[in-house]
């Protein structure tokens, strides 16, 4: 595979360069129908055995024992995606059919291009709070928060337990974690009391605000709790918690978050089966089952999913891999150009990887998303300036 970019004929150059940055069109109007998710794996999965290097023969040498097969090789080989890549068996029943309906794309070499401490807590942060690199962090100004203050309609919701630092901002968030929606974190009196507490300072609004979020998000739940069972909520997993998601986004949130932990797979991370795959096929019938509930809505909805970073490309002596580089971005919906694996690209050897142990980064999170987000929302080059400080939007043509 020769080094390449990915780029839309009409786009290719950075977004936001011309002279007063031409708004660009949209798939829906801003404030409007457009839906936008992220999906943050927490800890860091293993991109490269989910969207697989088949034609490196570097990857089989460096990982003897966890390797997925080459397509054709079996049950347990990878679906081709393309002639170098392929993708993780267990995606096939899920994630591979929305591939070949040409509403899923990879952007593989992607992450965080300043972040190499190889840290959970400071790339997650890195990414979430999306500022200019070199300059102070201000935990309160995340780059969700951000954007909906710039689109200045619609209502953002984090699916967590607390609310992320991508969401947190001046523009009122809520949150709320579906896994345990039948037993809410603070409950009425304690409310009352947390609302007394902050009465009189400039925090009141928000505080309140916050449980007034969270109160709507119980009501219109509290129909299916009722016909789901005592308990049912927990035990079902990811996919149940994104048929949720599918339901308040469909009727009302525009700008969502939600995270998926389990994903530091140091030990025993297996091949075609295994911790990573049971994790991985529980996310593929999730992320199906969110674009069957959103319905006509999945026309205007796009699907970020992205963690921290990739894993060393070869294996450890545990049959696992450690904290890495680069990794692989998906990017689902409706209106997405998919079919395809997107962004710049080079051919895997020992030569380019990075450190002589990562993937590298060629695709920075910033600005993969930036020209997204130009593209989904029809921002211009101050809306994206707001956005993401600093960075070089760029259009690779996603939607």
Known sequence: ???????????????????????????????????????????????????VPVASPLYYELRPNIAIRRPGDGADAARPLDADWGLHPALAGSILPIYERREAAFVTFAGPADDVSRSHFETQDTIELGQSPGTARRYGSGFLNRLAGVLGAGEAIAFSEQLP????????????????????????????????MYAGTRLAGSVGEGFDARDAVMRELAEEMDSAGRGAATAKGFELEAQRIARLMRDKYTIGFVDVGGWDTH???????????SRIDELGRGLAALADGLGDRWRSTVVVVISEFGRTFAENGNRGTDHGHGSAYWVLGGSVRGGRIAGEQVRIDRATLFQNRDMPVLNDVRAIVGGLLARIYGLDASALATVFPGARPRDIGLV
């Open 267 to 277: 030990v025993g991370e297996g091949a075609a089966s295994g911790t990573l795959a």
């Open 165 to 196: 630092l991508a969401l947190r901002g001046e523009h009122a968030a809520a949150n709320v974690a579906l896994r345990g929606i039948g037993k809410p974190g603070v409950d009425a009196r304690q409310s009352s009391i947390i609302g007394k």
């Open 1 to 51: 595979m020769k080094r390449r970019t990915l780029l839309h004929a009409a786009t290719a150059a950075a977004l936001g360069t011309g002279a007063g940055g031409a708004t660009l069109r949209a798939i829906a109007a801003p404030g409007g129908d457009a839906r936008f998710l992220l999906v943050f794996l927490r800890g860091g999965y293993d991109a490269a055995n989910v969207v």
